[in-house]
């Protein structure tokens, strides 16, 4: 069974930054792509960043400029993302979801995931 664990987010005053962890389970590690996403009160589904563990080639949305980066850690299976001067629109619940693939192309759209993480609220103020 594939499961996807967060933690990290909560509040954080605008140019902070927060650190979000996804654990995997189920997938092997190098196997499998990670998205992220988020979602704002209102608004809808916003996929933002993709990494392919394989490689650790990386995508992110033009919007985020630069502010936000992958990490990983191979042997706890997590995947990590910093995210920097972090600013009141990014605020949202952000979940992570996996899919099985040794493919190094990832783009963060939602149907192509097959697993997700439970949420994670991150809140920035003004």
């Known amino acids: 069974e594939v499961q996807l664990v967060q933690s990290g987010g909560g509040l954080v005053q605008a140019g902070g930054s927060l650190n979000l962890s996804c654990a995997a389970s189920g997938f092997t590690y190098g196997d499998w792509v990670i998205g992220w996403f988020r979602q704002a009160p209102g608004k809808e589904r916003e996929g933002v960043a993709c990494m392919a563990t394989s490689d650790g080639s990386a995508y992110y949305i033009d919007r985020l400029d630069g502010r936000f980066t992958f990490s990983s850690d191979s042997a706890k299976n997590t995947v990590y993302l910093q995210m920097n001067s972090l600013k009141p629109e990014d605020t949202a619940v952000y979940y992570c979801?996996?899919?099985?693939?040794?493919?190094?192309?990832?783009?963060?759209?939602?149907?192509?995931?097959?697993?997700w993480g439970q949420g994670t609220q991150v809140t920035v103020s003004s």
């Open positions: 979801a996996g899919r099985e693939t040794t493919s190094s192309w990832c783009r963060p759209v939602a149907p192509k995931f097959s697993a």
